[in-house]
């Protein structure tokens, strides 16, 4: 019942929950935050993170309700801290963005997924590769909300970070290459977004193959367009 054997208890949850194993996964993190919530002085860093995985793992389950009530209860700790870890809040913060964006609170979502950003930002610097996806799914949300100077500009922003980062012909390039084409297409703007996913079904092709779902999905986003 020591604090030490929850910290081995929780990375061994997010083990299996990276491998899928997740009721084992959901035993070891229970019973890690058992440990940790019944300590005199509990650890809060120690069972914020237990809680956010096992927020993770409720998501994974499909329990949005109880991935909510982990990820708030996360939140609430770190940022009674007198110092709030940084990267602990903006996870927490961006996993509540994503489970907004899953019930179509697209306000709360922007909210939410504009305070981590600033949170990174002053953590990573303004053009950390980590940046580059948190860019991306902001870009998208813009999008469904209709700010679309908006989207671009953030899609823009993942791309030159992603490209920096990461080189041209990455994977994760191809994937803000498909979000803007996509954002070009809701826009009318055919031409600029063709060569987008040209690009990006070049690049899965390369990296994947033509029987992976990115290459497929992006050849079925590249006919629509051209019709």
């Known amino acids: 019942d020591e604090p030490a054997v929850a910290e081995v ?28 919530a ?9 069972l914020a993170r237990t809680l956010n995985l096992l927020g993770a793992l409720a998501y994974k389950q499909g329990d949005l309700k109880a991935a909510e009530a982990r990820y708030s209860r996360s939140l609430e700790l770190l940022r009674g801290e007198a110092q709030p870890p ?6 927490a913060l961006n996993n509540l963005a994503i489970l907004a964006w899953r019930r179509a609170d697209f306000t709360t979502a922007d909210r939410r ?3 981590a950003l600033v949170l990174n930002e002053e953590l990573l610097g303004a053009n950390h ?13 813009a999008r469904d ?28 390039v191809a994937s803000i290459l498909s979000s803007l084409a996509r954002l070009y297409g809701r826009q009318e703007r ?25 290459t497929g999905t992006t ?3 590249l006919g629509d367009l051209e019709r």
């Open 145 to 172: 909300l209709g700010e679309f100077a908006e989207s671009e500009r953030l899609h823009r922003r993942a791309l030159a970070i992603a490209e920096r980062a990461l080189g041209p012909s990455h994977p994760d």
């Open 129 to 141: 590769p980590h940046l580059a996806a948190q860019l991306n799914n902001m870009g998208i949300l």
């Open 38 to 46: 019944r300590q005199p002085t509990p650890p809060v860093a120690d």
């Open 219 to 221: 050849l079925v986003r």
């Open 113 to 115: 997924y504009r305070e």
């Open 190 to 214: 055919i031409a600029e977004g063709i060569p987008l996913l040209v690009r990006a079904l070049r690049i899965y092709r390369e990296a994947y193959g033509e029987r992976h779902p990115d």
């Open 86 to 91: 940084p990267r602990e809040v903006a996870l």
């Open 9 to 36: 208890l929780s990375h061994l949850g997010a083990v299996y929950i990276d491998l899928g194993r997740l009721e084992e996964a959901g035993r070891f993190l229970s019973r890690a935050e058992t440990i940790l």
